[in-house]
C-alpha cells in the first residue's frame, strides 16, 4: 500500500530558519570555511587581474601607448630618452620623482629657461605618440587641458593660465619596440597569478570538501542519534525508507551546498562585483551599454527562481514517496509473490516513477530554459560591445586593449550568472532537502526521561502493577481499557486473549515503547515514567517473536553490550539449552557472521539467538512474546525447561498463543478487546469454564480440558 504522504504539504520552515539552523552545522568549521574565503579572495582578484594585464600588454605593446599603470621609472626613463633623441635636444640629467620627470638643463643649448636648475616635463599620450609637455605642474588631461583634432591628429592647448608647450609631436612607439623588459615583468606576473591561482583552488577545493565530509558526517549522526530517541510512533508514521532518504539524499544534497555553492557564491559575487568596477573604471558609457540586458536578467532569473524551487520540492517529495513504495515492496516481496500482486504492485511503482519522471522532466525544461537565456543575453551584450566599443576605438575615444578586456569580463561576468543560476538549483534542492532534515530533527520525542528522574537499584524484585492503565494507538481508539492487574516479584504471568486482543500492547507499555493515556504502570512501586528509560529497559528483557539481528558475529550478536561475558559463558549457557549444537552447525559457529551480508538465520534460529541474549543479559523482569513460535516441538521443550530455571525469582510475563506453554503460570490474564475478562490459574479459569476455557477448548479442537496440567 501507498502511505498517505504528507510530506508535501508540510508547512514550509522560514527561511532564516533553516539558515539558522545550517550555520549552526557549519559553524565548529568556521576556520576552515574562513580560510576557503580567503584564498577565494586571492582566486578573484588573479582572475580579474589577468584580462587587464593583457589589456595592458595590447595597450602599450600593440598600440604602443604609454599607460601610466604600468609605468616603471626605467620605462619612463627610456620614453624620455627616446623622445630628446628623436627631437635633438640635449639635457644633462633626467631624474625622476613620482611620476614627474626632472630635467638639468644645460641652459646654452636648450631654448628653455630651467626653473631652478630643473625643468618639470610630463609625459603624455596622445593618440599614438608621446609628448613631452613642458610648462605642466598639475594634471594634464584630454578634454580638460587638451583637444585632438581627429581629422588632422592636431592638437590644441586649452585653458590655461600659466604657459604650456608641446616639446614633441613625432609618432614614437618607444615602449613597443623596445621595452622588452617590460613586457618580461608583465608575462612573470601573469604567470605568477595563474601559477597562484591554481594552488589557490586546490587548497580552496580541498577545505571546501573537507569542511562538506565534516558537516554532513556531523548531519548523518545528529539524525541517527534522533531517530534513536523518538518513538515508536513516528516509525509508524514515517516509512523507513522516507528516512532512508534523510540520511543519504538529502544529507548528500546539503554536502554540496556546504562544499561548492557557498563559497563559489561568494566567489561569483565577489567576481561580479570586481567586474562591474573595474569595467567602470575603464569605461563608463561602455559599461553601461554591455550591461543594458541586466534588468531583464533580473527579472527572467527572479521567475525561474520560484519555480525551480516548487518544482525541487515536488521532485524530492516524489523521490521520497518513490523510495518509500521501493523499501515496502521489497522487504514484503514474499507476500507480493505469493498472492500473485506483482502486476499491481508494478503499476502503483510505474504511477510513481512516472510522476517522478516527469517531476524530473519538468526540471530539466526549466534549466534548459534558464542556461541557455542567461548565455543569449551574454551574448547580445558582446554584440553591443563589438558594435559600441568598435566604434569608440576607431573614434579614438577608447583603445584598443579597453575592448579586448571588456570583451573578456563580459564573457567572465556571464560565466557566474550561468553559475548562478546552478547555484540557484542547487540551493533550491538543499534548502528542500534542509527542510525536511530539519523537519525531521524538530520532531520531538514523546517519550521522554523524567526531568528529576527515580533510580532504580541495581537490582530490581519487579513488582509490576497496571492501575487502571487506557492506551490508544490514535487518539481515543483505546486498545487497552481500564487495565488493572498486578504482579508479584517472581511470579509468571501469562497473557492469553484473540488476535489483537492488546496482548503485544501491554508489553509496549511496560518498557516504555508507547506512553499509556490514563492510568499508572509501576516496578517496585515506582511509576515507570519517573525513571530514566535506560535505568528502567536495562532491567527488563524482552524475546520477541522475530528477534532483530545485528550484523556482527553469533558471539556479538548474543553479548550485546554486555562487554563483561566472555565466549565461554555465552558457550555455557546455549549448552545449558541444549541449543550449542544449533550454532555449532552453522559455517563458523559462533564467529559465523550474521546480518546484511553474513548468514541468514532461520526464524527458529532468531528466537534461540534471543534467548540466550536474555540469558546472558540477565534481567530481572523476563517478558517473551510468542517467543517459542517458530521452535521446533523437540527444542521448544529444552527452552521451556530452560525458561523454568530462568524465571525461577525472576518476574516473568508470557504471551503466547499456544495455550500449553502458559498452563503453569502463577496467573494467566485473559484479555478479550482490550479488556481483561479473567484473572487466575490455569486451574482456577479451567474451572471457570468461561473465556480461557473456551480459547482451551478452541486449541484443543473441542476435547475435554484437563484441570491437571
Ligand atoms: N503500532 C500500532 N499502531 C496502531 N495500532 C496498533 C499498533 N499495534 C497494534 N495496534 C492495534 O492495537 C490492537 C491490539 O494489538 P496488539 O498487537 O496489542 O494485539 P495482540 O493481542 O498482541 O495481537 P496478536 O495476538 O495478533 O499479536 C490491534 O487492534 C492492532 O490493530
Redesign the pocket.
Known amino acids: 500500500m501507498i502511505r498517505n504522504e504528507k510530506e508535501g504539504n508540510h508547512p514550509k520552515m522560514a527561511d532564516r530558519q533553516l539558515a539558522k539552523g545550517m550555520l549552526s552545522f557549519a559553524k565548529p568549521y568556521w576556520k576552515l570555511i574562513l580560510f576557503s574565503i580567503l584564498l577565494t579572495g586571492f582566486i578573484v582578484t588573479a582572475s580579474l587581474a589577468q584580462p587587464f594585464i593583457l589589456k595592458i600588454a595590447i595597450d602599450s605593446h600593440i598600440n604602443g601607448l604609454y599607460n601610466p599603470m604600468i609605468s616603471t621609472q626605467q620605462s619612463k626613463a627610456h620614453i624620455v630618452k627616446e623622445l630628446l633623441k628623436k627631437d635633438d635636444i640635449s639635457f644633462k640629467e633626467i631624474a625622476i620623482l613620482d611620476h614627474n620627470v626632472y630635467f638639468r638643463l644645460n641652459p646654452s643649448d636648450s631654448p628653455f629657461q630651467p626653473i631652478s636648475g630643473t625643468q618639470k616635463v610630463a609625459i603624455v599620450p596622445i593618440k599614438n605618440s608621446y609628448y613631452l609637455v613642458h610648462g605642466w605642474n598639475k594634471g594634464f588631461n584630454q578634454s580638460k587641458d587638451y583637444k585632438v583634432n581627429s581629422r588632422n591628429n592636431e592638437i590644441k592647448i586649452i585653458g590655461h593660465s600659466y604657459p604650456i608647450t608641446l616639446l614633441h609631436s613625432k609618432e614614437v612607439n618607444v615602449f613597443r619596440t623596445n621595452d622588452y623588459q617590460g613586457l618580461i615583468y608583465l608575462g612573470i606576473l601573469y604567470l605568477l597569478l595563474i601559477i597562484g591561482s591554481a594552488l589557490c583552488t586546490y587548497f580552496q577545493n580541498n577545505s571546501l570538501q573537507f569542511t562538506g565530509q565534516y558537516v554532513i558526517y556531523d548531519f548523518r549522526k545528529a539524525l541517527f542519534r534522533h531517530f534513536s530517541r523518538l518513538q515508536m510512533s513516528f516509525y509508524?508514521q514515517n516509512p523507513i525508507g522516507r528516512l532512508v532518504t534523510r540520511v543519504t539524499h538529502d544529507v548528500e544534497s546539503l554536502n554540496q551546498l556546504y562544499s561548492q555553492v557557498i563559497v563559489n557564491l561568494v566567489k561569483e559575487v565577489l567576481i561580479l562585483v570586481g567586474i562591474l568596477i573595474l569595467m567602470l573604471y575603464m569605461s563608463v558609457k561602455l559599461t553601461l551599454i554591455c550591461f543594458l540586458v541586466i534588468p531583464v536578467i533580473g527579472i527572467v532569473t527572479f521567475y525561474f527562481k520560484k519555480v525551480l524551487r516548487t518544482t525541487q520540492r515536488n521532485l524530492r517529495t516524489l523521490l521520497s514517496r518513490l523510495l518509500s513504495f521501493l523499501a515496502e515492496n521489497l522487504s514484503g516481496m514474499s507476500v507480493i509473490q505469493l498472492f500473485a500482486r506483482e502486476e499491481k504492485q508494478l503499476q502503483m511503482f510505474n504511477e510513481l516513477n512516472e510522476r517522478h519522471y516527469r517531476a524530473g522532466m519538468r526540471q530539466t525544461i526549466i534549466n534548459s530554459i534558464f542556461n541557455p537565456s542567461i548565455g543569449l543575453f551574454g551574448n547580445i551584450s558582446l554584440s553591443l560591445l563589438v558594435w559600441y566599443g568598435g566604434g569608440s576605438v576607431l573614434d579614438g575615444g577608447i583603445t584598443f586593449g579597453t575592448v579586448y578586456a571588456f570583451t573578456h569580463y563580459v564573457r567572465q561576468f556571464f560565466e557566474p550568472l550561468r553559475g548562478l543560476a546552478d547555484r540557484f538549483n542547487q540551493i533550491q534542492a538543499a534548502l528542500a532537502s534542509a527542510e525536511r532534515i530539519f523537519e525531521t530533527l524538530e520532531t520531538k520525542p514523546t517519550i521522554l526521561n523524567p526531568v528529576h528522574g527515580k533510580t532504580l537499584p541495581d537490582k530490581v524484585h519487579g513488582n509490576i502493577v497496571f492501575h487502571n492503565v487506557w492506551f490508544a494507538?490514535?487518539k481515543d481508539d483505546w486498545?487497552l481499557k481500564d487495565i488493572h492487574f498486578t504482579i508479584k516479584k517472581g511470579e509468571t504471568v501469562g497473557i492469553v486473549?484473540a488476535?489483537?486482543?492488546?496482548?503485544?500492547?501491554i508489553i509496549q507499555l511496560v518498557n516504555r515503547f508507547y506512553d499509556n493515556q490514563k492510568g499508572i504502570i509501576t516496578l517496585d512501586g515506582i511509576n515507570i515514567k519517573d525513571v530514566h528509560l535506560n535505568d528502567l529497559r536495562k532491567h527488563i528483557g524482552i524475546i520477541q517473536q522475530d528477534p532483530f539481528v545485528f550484523s556482527g558475529s553469533v558471539y556479538e550478536n548474543i553479548r550485546l553490550n554486555h562487554r563483561h561475558v566472555s565466549n565461554e559463558d555465552i558457550i555455557k549457557a546455549a549448552k545449558s539449552v541444549n541449543i550449542d549444537s544449533f550454532f555449532r552447525m552453522l559455517p563458523e559457529g559462533y564467529e559465523t557472521m550474521l546480518g546484511e551480508e553474513g548468514t541468514v538465520l532461520s526464524a527458529g534460529q532468531k528466537q534461540l539467538l534471543a534467548f540466550l541474549r536474555a540469558m546472558i543479559a540477565d534481567n530481572d523482569v523476563l517478558i517473551l512474546d510468542e517467543a517459542t513460535a517458530n521452535i521446533d516441538t523437540e527444542t521448544e521443550i529444552a527452552v521451556q525447561d530452560t525458561l523454568k530455571e530462568m524465571s525461577k525469582n525472576r518476574t516473568t510475563i508470557i504471551i503466547a498463543?499456544r495455550l500449553s506453554t502458559i498452563q503453569h503460570a502463577d496467573k494467566i490474564i485473559v484479555l478479550d478487546k482490550g479488556r481483561i475478562v479473567e484473572m487466575g490459574n490455569h486451574q482456577q479459569l479451567v474451572r471457570n469454564q468461561s473465556a480461557y476455557y473456551q480459547l482451551c477448548v478452541n486449541q484443543n479442537k473441542g476435547t475435554r480440558v484437563k484441570e491437571k496440567v
Open positions: 509508524r494507538y490514535e486498545v486473549g488476535t489483537g486482543a492488546g496482548k503485544s500492547s498463543h
